[in-house]
Each structure stands twice: as C-alpha cells, then as structure tokens.
C-alpha cells in the first residue's frame, strides 16, 4: 500500500554532511548510497527541512579536546554520559557542507545544531542538555506541519534522536529505513530502534511512498 504525502507533510533531512560520508572525519558506512534516494523522495514533499551539523573546532564531544581519551570513549559531563568523537563538522569547513549532491531546491529550512561548544546535539529539536531548544518545533508548529518523515544520518544517533524528540513534541514521527545509514556502535542501532518504537515512531521503507 502506498502512503500518500499531503502538502502539509515534511521531509526531515539530517545531516548529509560530507564529514558523514565517505572520505569524510566521521564517515558513516554507506551514507552517499542514500542521496539519490532522499532526492527522489524529497519531490514528494511539498516541505523539506534540513539539519546540520555545526561545530566550534574546540568543542566539547571531540576526543582531540580530552586528554589521553580516544574516539568513541565516553567522559561524564554536566549533562551525563558523552561519547567522544573525531573531529568532525568543524563550521566553515567543507566537512561540515552539505553534500552538493542532495537536489532539494525548494528545502525551506536549514537547522544548525552542536554550535554551543559545552554542549553536543545530536536532535534537530533540542540539545544533549535536553533544555536548549533549536527552534525546529516551533517552526514547524508554527507551519501547521502534518507528518514527518525523517531520512539521513546516522540512524542510531542524530536520526533516532531526532524522531524521538519529534514524538516527544507531539508529532506523528516516521522514519524511512533505507533512507537513512548507522553507525551502529556498541549495539546502539538495535537499542535506536527499541527506543523509536517504545516512542511510537514509525518505521517505513521508501517503496511505500515511491510505489
């Protein structure tokens, strides 16, 4: 059965960034194969919004800021438990673009988050601190925004946290599987999907909207 996009729906694209793809300082497997996809979803939509990841380059998740700490240990901070990163998404430079290959341009909207450099975002609603909001909510309320569907990377961070924000705000939250990459860590792909299915955020795959 195929799902029918209404004008008020809203693609969501997180962080197709080229420090995320391939070559990139924090690449994610596979993460250019889901460009031509989200292009090919995105003429469905009437309202495309983007994230973007947008780092000071002293920032606090990086594990170049952190004595003898590698990537992917974590540290304890004001607001719990940080995993650290290489450098990544540094603003201004060309890892922290958007990749040139997305073909949206009726995209209305361009969220930055991870700008404040004691606290890591990975959500494109709010902060690792879960009290700074970006704003995104509002906007979208603001625009009477029906469904969001919800594509990028990775998976099992800025997407899972953003769907799981999303339904935490009140929005009917869908994720579209083969749109989106992991970087699956630990196990924290399966625990992303537990968690967007407690939340009750949907799991689709983009057959259902492209036929």
Not at 47 to 54: A, E, L, M, P
Not at 146 to 162: H, P, Q, S
Request: charged share 25%; net charge negative.
């Amino acid at each position: 059965m195929t799902i029918n996009i209404g004008p008020e729906d809203v693609l969501v694209v997180v962080d197709v960034q080229y420090d995320f793809l391939p070559g990139g300082n924090l690449a994610v497997s596979g993460g250019d194969e889901i460009v031509p996809l989200i292009n090919a979803l995105a003429k469905k939509f009437k309202n495309v919004v983007f994230t973007q990841d947008w780092h000071p380059a002293d920032h606090v998740s990086f594990a170049s800021q952190h004595a003898g700490k590698a990537p992917y240990e974590t540290v304890e901070l004001d607001y719990g438990t940080q995993v650290l990163w290489p450098d990544h998404c540094v603003w201004a430079t060309r890892g922290a673009e958007l990749s040139s290959d997305l073909d949206i341009p009726h995209g209305q909207l361009v969220i930055r988050k991870g700008y404040n450099r004691a606290i890591d975002s990975y959500s494109g609603f709010q902060e690792a601190d879960r009290e700074t909001l970006t704003g995104l909510a509002g906007y979208l309320n603001e625009r009477e925004a029906g469904r969001l569907f919800i594509v990028g990377l990775a998976t099992d961070f800025c997407v899972a946290w953003t769907a799981l924000d999303g339904a935490a705000a009140g929005f009917d939250v869908t994720v579209i599987e083969d749109a989106t990459r992991a970087i699956d860590s630990n196990g924290s792909l399966e625990k992303a999907w537990e968690d967007m299915k407690e939340a009750g955020v949907e799991r689709i795959m983009s057959r259902e909207i492209l036929g």
